[in-house]
């Protein structure tokens, strides 16, 4: 039976977190972090992840991009020669951490921060087997959850979470989802009523540009990191067969996911997503404005 992926810390209650699994009572980290005093802990909690460990979950959950995957990638404004790097699959983001260029390279030395955790990766699959990982592989969407807020002052009112601050729609700090809360902020709920009247005027003018993006005659194709999206492209991604027409971007602070309002032909509908900045995209982009081209709302 595969050994399910889970959160371990020396601190239940604060500090860092790793992901990994435990193999009898024996914990065993994806990042090769060893301490006998890592144990369980809560999904929900106020701990911060391992920087490793979270690029191992991405390398873990994502599927590898469509248009295909190289082997090995050089940094961002290097040159071919300068030093590979091992590609997450879906992303242009080395095992390091470092952006990545889109074209291979032909340097012969790989990054060594790469080769560690590649070679954590392989020491956790040999000694754990396999291993089950709860994700669903959807695109990231929790706007529809509710969220505690921190400090756990109060955890019968839920929150609506601003994807692009991370805070709550009243700008309050959060802690994490909070499914069993039994009310919604009354901030939140006024607020995410007026988001949702927003979407339902802009949503014929998507669905008309939806429809005729299939007769658009001059479209640039190409792969890009989701930081280069602009409004009114179309793009799609790995692991989501839909496409996805761009309705605005939201670039937030270092270290945050990227806030994507897009509409989703084949559920008909306007969503946020949340995006890793360096996550790798199938882009197209109308070359210049058409005649009947309908326009964003």
Known sequence: ?????????????????????????????VCATHSTDLAPIAENTTHSLCQSCT???LILTTQ?????????????????????HLPIPGHLL?????????????????????????????????????????????????????????????LVTGHRRHAATGTGLCDTPLAGPNPEATNECAPCRRAWRTERDRRTAALPHMRARARWWDQCRELDTFQGRADG?????????????????????????????????VYAPAADEIVELGL??????????????????PTLP
């Open 94 to 154: 080395g095992y390091c951490g470092k952006s990545l260029d889109p074209r291979s390279t032909s340097a012969r030395r790989v990054c060594a921060n790469c080769s560690a955790l590649a070679a954590a990766l392989e020491r956790l699959h040999r000694l754990a087997g396999e291993v089950s990982l709860s994700f669903d592989g959807s695109c990231p969407r929790d706007e529809d959850l509710l969220w505690a807020p921190k400090g756990h002052a109060n």
């Open 64 to 84: 590898p991009h469509l248009g295909g995957e190289r082997d090995l990638r050089p940094a961002a404004g290097t040159g071919k020669g300068a030093t590979a």
């Open 276 to 293: 890793h900045p360096d996550r790798l995209l199938a882009i197209e982009r109308p070359h210049a404005p058409e005649a009947g081209m």
């Open 229 to 261: 999206l602009n409004s009114g492209d179309a793009y799609t991604l790995s692991g989501c067969p839909d496409q996805h027409h761009v309705l605005t971007v939201t670039h937030p602070g270092r270290g945050r996911r990227l806030a994507v309002l």
């Open 1 to 29: 039976m595969p050994l399910p992926v889970i959160r371990l810390s020396i601190s239940p209650t604060n500090g860092t977190a790793h992901h990994g699994v435990l193999i009898g009572t024996e914990p065993l980290t």
């Open 55 to 57: 690029r191992a979950w």
